[in-house]
């Protein structure tokens, strides 16, 4: 990726993220809204080595991890090792096809529900059904479609 087009993804990124607040927070629209830290995660993570992605996926889960006391770093844990893992799949699959990428949001998306309900412990964590089997797969295609569209808009497709 050239220069501009890293520009352009930082930028994605940070508007994503603060979107994700936006929504979340000032708005109080919560589940309703896609989680667009793990998309701008994601987005990232295909473009920057393991390390940054980790670290940027640290950070967002901090920010998050920030508004709620209870599991305090069971986010910041996820989306590290989301990040990590994403940053990955550069290496693993080569080239940006819309099959991989509905694929990869999805399943990076489900991953982080996953490892955030096993990371808050037992004392938090909804009931495994109804968290994994049924609300993570809806909010994986939520975040595919808005993540879809910010890789289409950006240009990052045609690279």
Known sequence: MNRR???VLVW???VLAALHFLLHLSL???AVTPDLLVV???LLARQVGMAAAAAT???FGLMEDALSLAAF???ALALAVVGALGARTRDLFVGDSVLFMVSYVALGKW???FLHWLFVGPGLRDDFVGSMVLRAPLAALYA???GLAAWAVTGMRRE
């Open 57 to 59: 996926g640290f950070a």
């Open 12 to 14: 994605l990124v940070l």
């Open 5 to 7: 087009g890293r520009g």
């Open 28 to 30: 109080g629209l919560g």
């Open 144 to 146: 595919t479609a808005v």
């Open 73 to 75: 770093g069971a986010n």
């Open 111 to 113: 991953l982080r529900d």
């Open 40 to 42: 701008g995660l994601l």
